[in-house]
C-alpha cells in the first residue's frame, strides 16, 4: 500500500532542502525520523512533520503494518519565486528572489518492495543465449610485408622533409 503527503510553497529553495530529503531517502520512517531529529538543518522539521502527515494517512487507509513502511520517493521540485526589491547606493536597487518548494513524500511497505525485488532477480535468472566471438584474422605474410613497407617510406619521407 501506498501513502503520500504534499507540502506546497515551503518558503526555503529546493536546493537547501533537496539535502535534507536525499538523507532520508530509502530508510525506514522510524530511522528516517531519528535522523531528522539530530539533523541541525532548518528543513528537517517541516520534513520530519510531512513524514508524519504521511504516516497518518497510511493509518486511515487501513495499512497493517506501520512499523514496516519506508520512504520510497521524495521529490522536492520548485515552487513559486518571490521577486523583492532591495535598495542601494545612489538610487539603484538589485532583485531578490525569495524561492519556495513543494515537497512530496511516498511511503510503501516492505512488502511491495520485496515483491518489486523479486520480480526483478527474476528476470535476471533468465540466461540469454550466448553469441561466439568472432576471432581476430591473422594478417598473412604478403599483407605484413606491405605494411612495413608502407611505413618506411612514411618514415622516410618524413626525415627527409625536416633535413630540408
Do not use: F
Amino acid at each position: 500500500m501506498k501513502s503520500t503527503a504534499t507540502l506546497t510553497n515551503y518558503r526555503q529553495s529546493p536546493r537547501k532542502v533537496r539535502v535534507v530529503g536525499e538523507l532520508v531517502k530509502g530508510k525506514t520512517v522510524s530511522n528516517a525520523l531519528i535522523s531528522l531529529d539530530l539533523l541541525p538543518k532548518r528543513a528537517s522539521l517541516p520534513i520530519r512533520k510531512l513524514i508524519l502527515s504521511a504516516l497518518a494517512n497510511a493509518k486511515g487507509q487501513g495499512e497493517s503494518e506501520l512499523e514496516g513502511l519506508i520512504v520510497k520517493n521524495i521529490t522536492i521540485d520548485k515552487g513559486v519565486v518571490l521577486h523583492r526589491w532591495l535598495p542601494k547606493a545612489r538610487g539603484r536597487a538589485t532583485p531578490l528572489r525569495k524561492k519556495c518548494s513543494h515537497v512530496t513524500v511516498t511511503l510503501v511497505s516492505r512488502d511491495e518492495i520485496g515483491k518489486k525485488n523479486k520480480k526483478v532477480s527474476e528476470a535476471k535468472h533468465v540466461v540469454a543465449e550466448k553469441k561466439p566471438r568472432p576471432q581476430k584474422e591473422e594478417l598473412s605474410e604478403e599483407k605484413k610485408t606491405v605494411a612495413k613497407k608502407t611505413t618506411t617510406k612514411k618514415a622516410s619521407t618524413a626525415k627527409s622533409k625536416s633535413t630540408k
